[in-house]
């Protein structure tokens, strides 16, 4: 098993189409000691500043998200792709390479003043992030900033983000 989290991070050609190196978690999800760490070091990126949730990205994202809401002792909000949430919903449109994407999240997941924190498995060009972001800066959320995993600092997502901190474990 690797001793590193980046080395327990696999990545795989061409997928899931040609062109793409897709940064493959699931070894380090499977290595409890490795996992453990990446949800301290994300848990860190809150430099102590106490927050009231953490919101994940669907669908990876959830599963880094809701390890940090539980270890910091604070609620998990979902932002989903669309039609998956059942209430009421804000949404936010995004560019894809192709086409467009959509996010939801819904209207009574956070309270006017509440801080966040937003987490993710992995930044790429930031679209969803920012998406998110938006979503988020709609309800009234103060974002503490963008936690995520992997950073692919070569598409440059931290620049849709700006005024938020970006926070990676890993970059590449
Ligand atoms: P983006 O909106 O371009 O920042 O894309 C971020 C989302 O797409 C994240 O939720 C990732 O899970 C996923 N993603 C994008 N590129 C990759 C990649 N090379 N490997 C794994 N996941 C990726």
Request: net charge neutral; glycine share 10%; aromatic share 6%.
């Amino acid at each position: 098993m690797p001793n590193s989290l980046r080395a327990s991070i696999r990545d795989v050609i061409d997928f899931p189409k040609p062109g793409i190196v897709f940064k493959d978690i699931t070894p380090l999800l499977a290595d409890g000691a490795l996992f453990r760490k990446a949800i301290s070091l994300l848990c860190d990126t809150c430099g102590g500043t106490r927050i009231d949730k953490v919101v994940g990205i669907d669908a990876r994202g959830f599963i880094f998200a809701s390890a940090v809401a539980d270890r910091l002792g604070v609620g998990f909000v979902p932002v989903r792709k669309k039609g998956k949430l059942p209430w009421k919903t804000h949404q936010a449109a995004y560019a894809l390479e192709y086409g467009e994407a959509t996010v939801e999240i819904h209207e009574d997941a956070v309270n006017p003043g509440e801080t966040v924190l937003l987490v993710d498995d992995l930044l790429a060009t930031g679209g969803t992030a920012a998406a998110a972001a938006q979503l988020l800066d709609g309800l009234g959320a103060k974002l503490l900033g963008v936690s995520v995993l992997i950073e692919l600092a070569f598409l440059d997502g931290r620049s849709k983000l700006s005024p938020y901190p970006v926070h990676s474990i890993l970059t590449y």
